[in-house]
């Protein structure tokens, strides 16, 4: 199946979901340059999320791409900033020309319910209403989640104490927005979201954010 979603998030940013339906011929004869990954579906998660990254911007330079010690792909020249997420069949990918990006794709399971007081302060489990008390909202609890790690992938630094210093500060269901302040960077994010059949994505780019 081809692309199963698409945005064009601003002229020098597009965001990308494949749902992996191909072998992983289709996707090694266009990417030319890969890790070695040996376990075979990682393998072709991993060569689908290198697949987008062409696919939204027919320029991006594969031979480029290097890792960090965070295992962070990116390319020096810094002519593309990007970043991918796999899981289950979907791979999914932001590039940008003008701006870091962090994106995460996760399908709700239970076992996110069982690790919440983890990367959730008590304040957030409070405002967001996602403690045992409640009933439990596993697609919010993995939208939370996925909003972290968005965040983490955002920073690319690594050693990042999700509970602590990635604060999200309450959420705007109709704009589909998690507003959070990141203290690491002293950074106001707005990180996107959305929700798809068994499918939630989050994302955040620098943004200039008013009021
Ligand atoms: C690195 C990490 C973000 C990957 O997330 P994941 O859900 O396992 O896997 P995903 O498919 O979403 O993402 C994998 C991709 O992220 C990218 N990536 C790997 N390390 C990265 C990093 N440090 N920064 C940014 N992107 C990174 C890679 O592109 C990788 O795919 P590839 O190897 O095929 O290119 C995750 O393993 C991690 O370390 N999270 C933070 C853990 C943590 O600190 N938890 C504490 C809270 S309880």
Redesign the pocket.
Known sequence: MPIFFQQQINPGTRLGIWKIEETETFFRDSVPVH?DVTHPHKRL??LA??FLLQFLFPAFPYEMIQL?D????FLPSEQFHF?????GDYAAAIVSRETRA?I??EIPIGKIAR?RE??LSPEEIEQFGVGAGHPENLRLLTTLWSAK?AV??WY?E?K?D?SEQIRLQGIDEEQRIIRCFFTKTNSSLRIHYGSFDNLVLAWVIDEAITG
Not at 70 to 73: E, F, L, N, W
Not at 83 to 87: D, E, K, Q
């Open positions: 890790r998660q991993h999320g290198r960090a965070t295992r962070k792909p970043s991918i997420s796999h899981c962090g995460d794709v690790i983890k990367f790690e983490y992938k690319g690594g990042v999700f």
